[in-house]
């Protein structure tokens, strides 16, 4: 991957809509001068994609930038994500963009679309970087900061259980007063910010199950176990009594994704395979969702005879918005882009992982508006998703008003 600014995909977009006059005169000027640059870096890098713990080249760009600016990043023990301070002092705030793309086939047709075959920036990871990015520039380019902004650039997002794990375990919010991020939301109209207090994700889990069975002929199922009734009967009874098992306002929910077994369509086969992802939105009932689903996998296929092997990963916890992190988000966003920008959002049924930095110091996520607000609303994680680059300036202003009004 060249370096951002090298002419590789430079901006060719109408002109972007920065809000001009809407904070301090430096980050007009930053926005003023280099707004394009976001563009054009938020497609070097969407061309680009990697997947998790692979970033390298997305790293070793956003270092490039930042120490050409005068600042000094640490890329992580793990040679991709890092972190950099902006400012001095000894109070000191995060901001927290994820870096990581999809394994997806991209199909937008864009000019600028994946040039890796299978992988794709299908959940805007691009865009959460160059903000992020631009925030740490155009704070560089302040006269004086209140006290130190710490920029988290992290890999591994979309991996259970999350690259969170490392940066905290790195120490990368020791002395974090408060976190915040931005997240593309395609529901959302430019120049809108959802915020919520309290949950605004769900805990995401991986559930696979492989059952066993002596296997057979399907002209004699009496002699042998039936694998694939059983596999019918735990596709369809499991996610029906778990909903007969906790609260129905909590939001639980599993869903399989992916079941194998067999090939020839006369014998009973001795292996099959579930996977599924289980989704709840309280935090204290996903706690004990392991426990319980060995309990109803047990008793679902103790009639049938088949075994199984039960694998449960537990993913991330729910993102837990504190008051007042949110309350200062959302005056970062009032101040960024005027009051009617801030919006509210609902809880989401997705994971997370900047759910475990909240398990660390108080902080707050917002979504981002990335819809046009005319055409197709693509949703993430899709082959087709893409978003309006409009929002990358805005998105600068949020990520710089929010961290001044959280250092008061």
């Known amino acids: 991957m060249t370096l951002p600014g090298s002419g590789l995909l430079p901006y060719v977009g109408a002109p972007l809509d920065i809000a001009a006059g809407r904070g301090p005169t430096w980050l007009d000027w930053w926005l003023s001068s280099h707004g394009g640059k976001l563009t054009a870096w938020r497609r070097q890098i969407h061309a680009n994609p990697e997947l998790a713990y ?6 070793a760009v956003i270092t490039g930038c930042l120490r050409s600016a005068g600042l000094a990043p640490t890329v992580l023990p793990g040679g991709t994500g890092l972190i950099c301070d902006v400012g001095t002092g000894t109070r000191c705030v995060a901001l927290r963009a994820d870096i990581d793309a999809l394994p997806i086939s991209e ?5 600028f679309a994946s040039t890796v075959d299978g992988r794709m920036h299908a959940c805007g990871h691009d865009a959460h970087t160059v903000i992020l990015l631009g925030a740490a520039l155009a704070l560089a380019s302040a006269p004086a900061l209140p006290g130190r902004i710490r920029m988290v650039f992290q890999p591994a997002e979309e991996v259970m259980p999350g690259g969170a794990l490392s940066v905290l375990a790195a120490g990368a919010v020791s002395g974090v007063e408060r976190i915040f991020a931005l997240h593309c939301d395609p529901r959302l109209g430019v120049g809108q910010v959802g915020t919520r207090v309290g949950p605004i994700t769900s805990a995401s889990d991986l559930v696979e199950l492989r059952l066993s069975s002596p296997g057979g002929h399907t002209a004699r199922p009496h002699l042998t176990a039936d694998l694939v009734h059983a596999l019918g009967t735990v596709i369809t009874g499991l996610p029906a009594l778990l909903s ?5 306002r909590s939001g639980t ?3 399989w994704g992916a079941v194998q077994a067999g090939d020839a369509a006369n014998i009973i086969p001795q292996e099959g395979l579930l996977r599924g992802i289980l989704r709840t939105a309280d935090r204290r009932i996903w706690a004990d969702l392991e426990p319980l689903i060995r309990e109803l996998v047990t008793a679902l296929l103790a009639p049938s005879g088949v ?8 993913g991330v916890p729910p993102v837990v918005n504190e008051a007042v992190s949110t309350e200062l988000l959302r005056d970062g966003v009032s101040a960024a882009l005027g009051g009617d920008a801030v919006a509210a959002t609902e809880q989401s049924s997705g994971g997370e992982d900047f759910a475990w930095y909240l398990e660390h110091v108080p902080g707050s996520m917002g979504r981002l508006g990335v819809w046009a607000g005319e055409g197709a609303q ?3 994680h899709q082959s087709t998703f893409d978003l309006d680059e409009r929002a990358l300036p805005l998105g600068v202003r ?6 001044l009004a959280a250092l008061g």
């Open 253 to 255: 929910l599993l869903v």
């Open 398 to 403: 949020v990520m710089v008003h929010t961290a």
């Open 378 to 380: 693509r949703d993430l």
């Open 54 to 59: 692979q970033e390298h080249a997305t790293t």
């Open 107 to 111: 199909a937008t047709g864009l000019p």
């Open 307 to 314: 075994g199984f092997d039960l694998s449960h990963v537990r």
């Open 244 to 248: 007969r098992r906790v609260d129905p």
